[in-house]
């Protein structure tokens, strides 16, 4: 049954996931400075924003790191959404990757958090950064897993319910 209420909260679970690779985590851009820093799920990135012209051509990359482990996340929380989503038959599995998928997301989060603290006083120390969209896809991520699983965990109750009745 894919027409039910938590099939979309999963979808959009997946949907966010996904939508957390396609943007920014975090940045960091100091109008003093000509640096700045991006941050999102496959890598961070210091740049140098040349003569500071808007069409932005003269943007070179200064220094990279790899942070694949935050996509590897995402794809792994997306894939297990969709998955659960086909689980239909087996509640119990459900609530159980969708446990498993909060802990992903749990752990998305909470990397993000310390690896801006990190990436903070790389360019500029007292210069502050604010959190771009790709960091609040997982937390709205988290929020439908939560109401996703607490409509699974009904149906469960009322499939009991039923039985207890014949």
């Known amino acids: ?40 799920a496959i890598d961070m990135q210091i740049i140098d924003f040349g003569a500071g012209t808007a069409d932005r051509s003269d943007d070179q990359v200064l220094e990279t790191q790899n942070t694949w482990y935050l996509a590897a996340l995402a794809i792994a929380a997306s894939l297990i959404a969709l998955i659960s989503i086909f689980q239909f038959k087996n509640r119990l599995t459900q609530m159980k990757l969708g446990a498993l998928n909060s802990m992903l997301m749990v752990a998305f989060l909470g990397i993000c958090f310390y690896k801006v603290n990190q990436f903070e006083s790389l360019v500029n120390p007292l210069a502050q950064g604010n959190f771009q969209l790709g960091f609040f896809f997982p937390a709205v991520a988290l929020v439908l897993n939560a109401v996703a699983n607490r409509f699974i965990r009904k149906d469960e109750k009322l499939v009991k319910s039923v039985d207890r009745i014949r």
């Open 1 to 40: 049954m894919l027409q039910r209420i938590q099939s979309i909260f999963l979808f959009g679970v997946s949907l966010c996931m996904g939508m957390a690779l396609a943007y920014y985590i975090w940045g960091e851009a100091n109008p003093e400075q000509t640096k700045g820093i991006v941050f999102s």
